[in-house]
């Protein structure tokens, strides 16, 4: 059974930090994209950062560029979002993913409709 278990999540004052974790299990994900989608209430799913097979390209979202940060260890079959300087506005459940196709792509996808797996989310809520 393919999991994306997700953890990290919480409630943090803004100006604080988290460290989102993923760890994918039942098969391998080294070979394609993965990435982090967020859901804010009474809005859609929308795009966060993506990284590469490889960990040698990235994409943000302008909302985060500069503040998050995605990492990925593929011994560990894990990717990580670091995220700095928290706003009001990053209140959301995250979402680790993992793109069903496009294997040791250079292309970093950015779209949901992208990404094959996912798991079922990590509530962060950041207060003002």
């Known amino acids: 059974q393919v999991q994306l278990i997700e953890s990290g999540g919480g409630l943090v004052q803004a100006g604080s930090s988290l460290r989102l974790s993923c760890v994918a299990s039942g098969r391998t994900f080294s070979n394609v994209a993965m990435g982090w989608f967020r859901q804010a209430p009474g809005k859609e799913r929308e795009f966060v950062a993506t990284?590469?097979?490889?960990?040698?390209?990235?994409a943000y979202a302008d909302s985060v560029k500069g503040r998050f940060t995605i990492s990925r260890d593929n011994a560990k079959n894990t990717v990580w979002l670091q995220m700095n300087s928290l706003k009001p506005e990053d209140t959301a459940v995250y979402y680790c993913?993992?793109?069903?196709?496009?294997?040791?792509?250079?292309?970093?996808?950015?779209?949901?409709?992208?990404?094959?797996?996912w798991g079922k989310g990590t509530l962060v809520t950041v207060s003002s």
């Open positions: 993913a993992a793109a069903g196709a496009g294997f040791y792509s250079e292309y970093v996808p950015r779209s949901e409709n992208e990404m094959g797996y």
């Open positions: 990284i590469i097979w490889s960990g040698t390209r990235h």
